[in-house]
């Protein structure tokens, strides 16, 4: 998610609490978002040349919305800030300790994430990470299993 707050503490809280939502909705809005939840589906700017994730309808620099193209955008970043969370909110109460972060994309969006396969103690700012494929959450009463992106730290 773009982050553009003075306040990014308040912006991440925020983030987080639009993303445990959207993955405790009903099973045809998670049906809807899989398209954007599966992929890093996202808009350049032909104006500007920003991108932004998730994909906006209008631009923020520029205010125009007739030069917004779809683009996947490329699953490899890097940490600008991450924490670790021993008390999980619901649903991922399992999974704890486990670590987020902001993630700075390669083509410039920043990205508020879960960490995954990585070793806490070696989490650093600057640290190269690419977004992969993974199980968000156990079944809910709809016996879904909801599935996204994360990421790790970089293979390649």
């Not at 099973?27 to 906006?56: D, F």
Request: proline share 6%; hydrophobic share 40%; charged share 25%.
């Amino acid at each position: 998610m773009s982050i553009t707050s003075e306040e990014p503490e308040q912006q991440v809280l925020f983030i987080y609490w639009v993303l445990n939502k959207m993955h405790n909705s009903s099973s045809s809005k998670s049906w809807r978002m899989q398209k954007k939840r599966y992929r890093l589906v996202g808009v350049r700017c032909l104006k500007c040349n920003t991108a932004y994730y998730p994909a906006k309808q209008i631009c923020l620099k520029c205010k125009v919305s007739d030069h917004l193209k779809p683009i996947i955008l490329n699953p490899l970043g890097k940490i600008i800030s991450w924490s670790v969370l021993h008390a999980a909110p619901e649903g991922f109460e399992h999974t704890t300790p486990y670590a987020i972060a902001l993630v700075r994309l390669d083509e410039g969006p920043t990205v508020f994430t879960q960490l995954t396969d990585c070793n806490l103690n070696e989490l650093k700012i600057g640290l190269k990470v690419e977004a992969v494929f993974r199980k968000l959450m156990e079944p809910d009463a709809d016996n879904i299993i909801r599935y996204g992106l994360k990421f790790r730290p970089a293979v390649w």
